[in-house]
Structures are given as structure tokens and as C-alpha cells.
């Protein structure tokens, strides 16, 4: 079975707009870590934001916020007031407790295109 | 430099060639990842160290995969008789130790290997 499930392969967003990128994730661990990550054409993969499972509050971090929903298994990313430079990759990932070293498993990813 | 370094950036091989790709992580990194990147897909984790030690190396697809970090600072992962199927960009992160509130892998840009 998948660890994270990204179901979007791509999307259009009209600049100035709010867009929800989707995540579920499955787990057994009682605790673990979802990220989200942003890979422009460049390559890099740039940290975006984090969520812990025993966090009371859903993540913000500036124009992201991540709608964390334990029970159905959800980190799904909100990304408000969306600029062209928010065109890019996104890829959902998981930490888990018995994980390598901190080795995160990533999702498929979504594609994210901004129209002006 | 501060952040992770990759080389080279791209890499053009022919089939059976041996290439080597190197990592030099953020100074005092403990842990160093390297995840394979397939084409419009998501990282794929291939190994883990901690210090000099692989601690992890379930993820290296077959025996051609080889990865050391002698001194504990920069690594290198060495594909041995290429093939096609190679062809990916490969991710090098780092992550200090103790990890930080949230623990996210800093990554490289990563280095593009064309296998003709």
C-alpha cells in the first residue's frame, strides 16, 4: 500500500486565488511527521512546512497552511493569495517513528500551474 | 558553501559506463540521505548515513548502487555499469543532529543522469 497518496496530478490555479493540494497518508505509528516540500524547475527541493502528529493546531507558516485531519488521514496543503512563482512541484511526505535515520517517504507529488 | 552541494549537475552516460555523483552536505550535518527521482515522479529513498556509518541501504535497486562516506563529510554514490533505467535525478539531503523541532531534510539541487 502507498504511504502518502497525492491525487492530483496537476493543477490550475488563477493568481490571487487559494488552491488545496491533497495528501492522505497511512500509518500505524502513534507518532510521525508530514512535510511538504516545493521543487521548482530547478530542481531543489525547498521545505514548505510541518505538521506533527501530536500537534493540537493545523501548521501556517506565511501564504501555507496545512489542513491536518488525524482521523481520516490528511495533511492536505493550503496555499492562500497564489503567485506565478508558485508554480512548481509539490510533494507531501511522512516521517515515521521506525523510519532509517529521519528518512522521509514522499508522495507522488502534484503539479501546481499559476494563471496570470 | 551553506547549503547542500551536487555534482555534477547533469550527466550524460552510455550504457555500461560507470559514473560517480557527489555530495557535499551543509558543514556539521550528521545524517545524509541520497533518493533517486524518476522522471514526474516523487523521491525514492536509496540510503542513509550516519557520520561514515550506512546504517540503511535498503533502497539501492540493485548491487550496480554503491555509496560511501569515508571521513563522515562528503559522499559519493557510484552506479556501476549503467543502464537505461538509471536515468533520474538523484537527491542528496542532510539533516543535523539533534534534528530541530521539525526535522525537514535540507536538499541539494540534485544530479540529472541521461543513460543512452
Known amino acids: 500500500a502507498q504511504k502518502i497518496t497525492q491525487t492530483q496530478p496537476g493543477m490550475f490555479v488563477q493568481e490571487k486565488e487559494a488552491v488545496t493540494l491533497d495528501c492522505t497518508y497511512d500509518?500505524?505509528?502513534?507518532?510521525?511527521?508530514l512535510f511538504w516540500y516545493k521543487q521548482p524547475s530547478s530542481g531543489e527541493m525547498i521545505f514548505l512546512i510541518y505538521?506533527?502528529?501530536?500537534?493540537?493546531q493545523n501548521a501556517t507558516e506565511g501564504r501555507y497552511s496545512l489542513n491536518f485531519q488525524k482521523a481520516r488521514k490528511s495533511a492536505n496543503l493550503v496555499i492562500s493569495a497564489s503567485q506565478l512563482g508558485d508554480s512548481a512541484m509539490y510533494f507531501c511526505?511522512?516521517?515515521?517513528?521506525?523510519?532509517?535515520?529521519?528518512?522521509?517517504?514522499f508522495g507522488g507529488g502534484t503539479r501546481l500551474m499559476v494563471k496570470p | 558553501g551553506a547549503g547542500v552541494s551536487q555534482s555534477p549537475r547533469y550527466k550524460v552516460a552510455k550504457r555500461g559506463q560507470d559514473v560517480a555523483l557527489r555530495c557535499d552536505p551543509i558543514s556539521g550535518h550528521v545524517s545524509l540521505f541520497w533518493y533517486q527521482q524518476a522522471l514526474g515522479q516523487g523521491p525514492e529513498f536509496l540510503t542513509y548515513?550516519?557520520?561514515?556509518?550506512?546504517?540503511?541501504k535498503s533502497g539501492l535497486p540493485s548491487d550496480r548502487f554503491f555509496a560511501e562516506r569515508p571521513e563522515g563529510s562528503v559522499s559519493t554514490l557510484k552506479i556501476q555499469r549503467t543502464q537505461q533505467e538509471d536515468s533520474a535525478v538523484y537527491l542528496c539531503a542532510s539533516i543535523p543532529y539533534p534534528r530541530g523541532n521539525t526535522g525537514e531534510l535540507f536538499f541539494g539541487e540534485g544530479s540529472r543522469l541521461t543513460v543512452l
Open positions: 548515513f550516519q557520520n561514515e556509518a550506512q546504517l540503511d
Open positions: 500509518t500505524s505509528d502513534p507518532s510521525y511527521g
Open positions: 511526505a511522512m516521517r515515521e517513528v521506525n523510519n532509517a535515520g529521519n528518512m522521509l517517504t
Open positions: 505538521q506533527g502528529s501530536y500537534d493540537q
